[in-house]
């Protein structure tokens, strides 16, 4: 579908005048209104020439939410071990025990990675890993309560955001407490434990993108979203926060992505509706989405002017979903390799298409690591109002032949937000802000 642009010029549309596409205009209409798009509306976002139009518009609302702040904390990514049962093909990741390169740390590393995050001043651990057949269950809570040991003899409260819903239902069955008829039982037990022992939240990777077919094709085997979406479920009700994840421009198209989306902003309205957010009884629902139908509640944006944010302050009444990651396919190393990845154009699109779309979630993170931090520059004006930390090893993705040395210092990433024009404001991993003299912080 091909749209005639008129001639109002870049000028107008970056700054709030009309729309080149006039498409965009309803668009823009609903979206400060705080009413929900369609799927079909997001399709005109996806297709629309005027992809700084929809910059634009998410621009709005991104600052409405955020003003010119953008945030970023200071952590350090734990990959416990790359062996993995599963073999996704769009993974570079993995590896079969005993292949070279595989790994698997133990207790005694996780306690040196906890003293380098302490030492560093970092506020997280960000801890993820494959499905090991081999770590015994009794490994994962002992990982949790060595790092908060390691923080509390440093006097500092380090938060442990560990496990995608992929490896919690892998835990739930190493524990032997996955059963077939009742999936959240062995789900609540894994997080109940892990939350004793020190878990404090949930990251939002593993969704991949929620399509049967993609799934059959790029990671059979895995999860499906029912699966991922009854671990965040049972997390949120368990009063732990987690975010979430799309992994887009593989096999993937457009309106799988925007599907995705909709799944995702509906599991976000029940869990804003068990915090008390009202909805809207005539507001827009997709009604053929057989993964949202356990989602009862009346849509809730979050997007219309004057709305309180959820905090973990104030959700006194369980967790909710806090960011939305669009992660760009990065093809090296992985059986996938022969294909290009999403363009710098599609990656700036798809952070202002889920800025637009998932108004329910109160951040966008442009993860630096795989936008890389010069895009990421861009994209604190396309939506995203989050950059990640600085994570100093990651071994999941390297763009462009990078090692598993990706670190940036305190002082490049501020710089690189000024620069892009907003103000830096370093958050804990539940957007508390945090404030900081050398190591020693405190959240405020
Ligand atoms: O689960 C794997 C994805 C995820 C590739 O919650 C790939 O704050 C792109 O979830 N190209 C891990 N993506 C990363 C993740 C994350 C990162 C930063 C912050 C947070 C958070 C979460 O990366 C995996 C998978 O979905 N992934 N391979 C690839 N080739």
């Not at 993995?94 to 698997?104: D, I, L, V």
């Not at 490896?167 to 069955?173: C, G, I, M, Q």
């Amino acid at each position: 579908m091909s749209a005639t642009l008129t001639d109002a010029g870049p000028e107008s549309t970056l700054r709030g005048g009309a729309m080149r596409d006039p498409r965009l205009e309803p668009i823009r209409a609903k979206a400060l209104a705080g009413e929900r798009l369609s799927i079909d509306e997001g399709m005109v976002l996806y297709e629309t020439p005027d992809v700084w139009g929809v910059v634009a518009i998410a621009d709005e609302i991104r600052r409405r939410l955020h003003g010119d702040k953008a945030y970023y904390n200071i952590n350090r990514h734990l990959n416990y071990s790359n062996v993995c049962a599963l073999s996704c093909k769009f993974c570079g990741f993995y590896r079969k025990k005993g292949e070279e390169g595989a790994y698997e740390h133990t207790l005694d590393d996780v306690v040196k990675e906890a003293r380098k995050a302490v030492e560093s001043g970092a506020t997280e651990m960000h801890v993820v890993g494959g499905l090991s057949p081999y770590l015994p269950w009794d490994y994962y809570p002992e990982m949790m309560r060595t790092i908060k040991r390691v923080g509390a003899e440093a006097g500092v409260d380090l938060h442990v955001k560990a496990f995608t819903a992929v490896e919690v239902v892998h835990l739930a069955r190493i524990a032997k407490k996955y059963k077939r008829d009742d999936r959240t039982a062995g789900i609540r037990w894994v997080l109940s434990e892990l939350k004793e022992a020190g878990l404090g939240s949930l990251p939002g990777g593993g969704a991949e993108v929620f399509d049967d077919r993609v799934h059959d094709e790029a990671f059979k085997g895995k999860i499906r979203s029912d699966e991922w979406l009854d671990v965040h479920l049972v997390a949120h009700e368990l009063g732990l926060n987690s975010n979430a994840t799309i992994l887009y421009g593989h096999i993937d198209q457009r309106r799988e992505r925007l599907i995705h989306m909709e799944i995702l902003r509906r599991a976000q309205d029940g869990a804003l509706a068990r915090l008390g957010y009202e909805g809207d009884p005539d507001g827009f629902v997709e009604t053929d989405l057989k993964a949202t139908e356990q989602v009862t509640a009346a849509p809730i944006t979050l997007t219309r002017e004057g709305v309180d944010q959820p905090t973990v302050a104030t959700a006194v009444r369980g967790g909710y979903f806090q960011t939305i990651i669009p992660l760009p396919f990065i093809p090296d190393d992985s059986e996938l390799e022969h294909l290009a990845g999403p363009s710098g154009l599609e990656n700036l699109r798809t952070i202002a298409i889920a800025r637009l779309m998932l108004d329910n979630f109160p951040h966008v993170k442009a993860f630096w690591i795989m936008q890389t931090l010069a895009m990421t520059q861009v994209m604190l004006e396309a939506g995203a109002d989050d950059v990640d930390g600085t994570v100093v090893w990651y071994d999941i993705t390297k763009v462009d032949g990078a090692g598993t040395h990706q670190e940036v210092d305190v002082r490049s990433l501020k710089r690189a937000i000024t620069e892009a024009g907003f103000t830096p404001v370093e958050r804990d991993t539940v957007y508390r802000e945090v404030e900081r003299e050398g190591r020693s912080w405190r959240v405020v």
